[in-house]
């Protein structure tokens, strides 16, 4: 499995990405397809396949107060299907 050449690059502010909620974050990946998951304790709330190199959150998103995780995992194809690899980006927010 290859996976040379995946970066991961978080960007953030108070750009309004996700919404009303004010968390501007968005994640670059480099050269190759990601899996994208937001969660907020054991439960995802977003998740996104991604060839591009950014996903962002979408506005209808509602984000309340609390802790949150962001996940990036390189999403490898094979004839088994898809493969995801380890985290490639792992981040806890608090808001």
Known sequence: MELAGCAALVTGGASGIGGPSGIGAAIAVARCTTQFYFQQG?????????????????????????????LVRPAVPSDAGIILGGAMFEKTLKL
């Open 42 to 70: 054991a439960k995802t709330i977003y998740q996104a396949r991604s060839v591009s190199p950014t996903a962002a959150l979408p506005a209808r998103l509602k984000v309340v107060r609390g802790t949150y995780r962001v």
